[in-house]
């Protein structure tokens, strides 16, 4: 792969994995538009993970070491039970669905990707119009059930252009969370979610094949995701906690989506 591509790429993945516009989305765009696609592409699309991952750990650690010292000093199992509750779903489908999601010629196709990530816009846009649980002041009140109701969410995300952290964010502003509280949310249920894909990755060992003969452009292309990845959770916190909504991300989105189906039309 060209270092330029590697670099692109890495941007792409850190900048879109946490704000809420769809990493997986934009990268199949990028790539079936302006890229040649090869067979092992998904292998380096995964093995990017590991930067965006080192990005959640390292802006969260404080977070981390909060909810281990609930469960170890304090036994307030609370927060960690409604983390675990909300990865179940996600958990079991990606496991059961994951390779038939990605072989499957529908769910890559650019006109699903582009209709799901303008549906999710709209839902940014009218998620405060939405039906509503009681509000909760933060993520440590969520209760057991509206924490499956997110995970429920999350399982939707497996489809290109939905958006893991966008349907998280979704689900738990209609859950009674405040947007920076949905937010926080969804990027600390996505530390155990990303953890075991990327396991999962090492564990193939025609992924670890890759991983070694493309390791300079890996660490490059990781290191970029790593950087825009911190910038992009600082960005997504920081928007929010003001009196901002999702609808500019909502908007992006329907936009995005708009412009790949017209390019569509005018190609074919």
């Not at 799901?116 to 940014?124: E, I, K, R, S």
Request: proline share 3%; aromatic share 12%.
């Amino acid at each position: 792969m060209h270092i330029w591509s590697a670099i692109i790429l890495g941007l792409v993945q850190g900048l879109t994995e946490f704000i809420p516009v769809s990493s997986s989305g934009h990268l199949e765009i990028i790539e079936q538009l302006f890229m040649t696609r090869t067979e092992d592409f998904h292998y380096f699309l995964e093995l990017i993970n590991f930067g965006t991952l080192l990005a959640l750990l390292v802006f969260f650690r404080k977070k981390i070491i909060k909810i281990l010292v609930d469960i170890f000093k304090n036994h307030n199992y609370r927060l960690a039970i409604n983390i675990v509750i909300t990865c179940i779903p996600a958990g079991l489908a990606g496991l059961l669905l994951s390779g038939f999601i990605e072989k499957a010629p529908f769910f890559s196709s650019l006109y699903v990707i582009a209709i799901a990530m303008g549906f999710v816009g709209l839902l940014m846009v009218l998620v405060d119009k939405l039906p509503h649980f009681s509000e909760l002041k933060n993520e440590d009140r969520l209760t057991p059930s509206r924490a499956l109701f997110i995970g429920i969410a999350q399982v939707f995300a497996l489809i290109p252009g939905v958006s893991r952290s966008g349907s998280t964010i979704v689900a738990g502003r209609v859950a009674g969370l405040n947007s920076e509280s949905s937010a926080e949310y969804s990027f600390l249920v996505s530390i155990p979610l990303m953890t075991a894909v990327c396991l999962k990755t090492l564990i193939s060992s025609s992924a670890r094949e890759y991983l070694f003969s493309n390791l300079s452009v890996l660490s490059l292309s990781n290191l970029i995701a790593f950087v825009s990845g911190l910038f992009a959770i600082n960005f997504v916190m920081r928007y929010l906690k003001k009196p901002h909504t999702l609808q500019t991300f909502g908007y992006y989105r329907i936009f995005l989506a708009t412009a790949v189906i017209i390019l569509l039309l005018i190609r074919q």
